[in-house]
């Protein structure tokens, strides 16, 4: 059994930062790639970021130069660095990764963790 859990979501005012952190656990043969994605209320999922085994990364045009995804092969683990946040980036925040397990290849998901910029 794969698990994301998430961490890192708070209250933060406009102009300042956090960093969400994703640690996967589990039978874990290798993974993949990396998806951050949120959601506001009232709107789609969208893609925030991705890193791919290597460290290609990409990220949405609304956080490019703000957020930056990494990832720590070692611990399963990856991060958004998110500065200079916005109140238009409220969301619920979820990461996701494609992951090779003993029991083959899957995407999984995280349960989310809530950023809230006030103005």
């Known amino acids: 059994q794969v698990q994301l859990v998430e961490s890192g979501g708070d209250l933060v005012q406009a102009g300042g930062s956090l960093m969400l952190s994703c640690s996967a656990s589990?039978?874990?043969?290798?993974?993949?790639?990396m998806y951050w994605f949120r959601q506001a209320p009232g709107k789609f999922r969208e893609l925030v970021a991705s890193?791919?085994?290597?460290?290609?990364?990409n990220y949405a045009d609304s956080v490019k130069g703000r957020f930056t995804i990494s990832r720590d092969n070692a611990k399963n683990a990856f991060y958004l660095q998110m500065n200079s946040l916005k109140p238009e980036d409220t969301a619920v925040y979820y990461c996701?990764?494609?992951?090779?397990?003993?029991?083959?290849?899957?995407?999984?998901w995280g349960q989310g963790t809530q950023v809230t910029v006030s103005s």
């Open positions: 890193i791919i085994s290597g460290s290609t990364t």
């Open positions: 589990g039978s874990i043969v290798s993974i993949n790639t």
């Open positions: 996701s990764a494609h992951i090779t397990s003993m029991l083959g290849a899957n995407n999984y």
